[in-house]
């Protein structure tokens, strides 16, 4: 894995993806916590969304 993470062409071909999907699942994790710490939910089904069939989603949509 070390040689795989360092590889030029892994950077090149998925480390903007890798990034964006890290940095949506980061950002969604942090919003859950915070809708959950102040037990008030601006979307009521926002809590049941399934980060895995989002990550498959947006793959499938071709993101970014």
Request: aromatic letters at 24%; proline letters at 3%; a positive charge.
């Amino acid at each position: 894995t070390f040689f795989f993470f360092n590889n030029k062409f892994y950077k090149q071909r998925f480390g903007t993806l890798m990034g964006s999907l890290l940095g949506l699942l980061l950002f969604f994790n942090s919003l859950h916590m915070r809708l959950q710490s102040i037990k008030f939910y601006f979307f009521p089904k926002f809590h049941r969304i399934n980060i895995n069939s989002l990550i498959i989603t947006l793959l499938r949509n071709g993101y970014p």
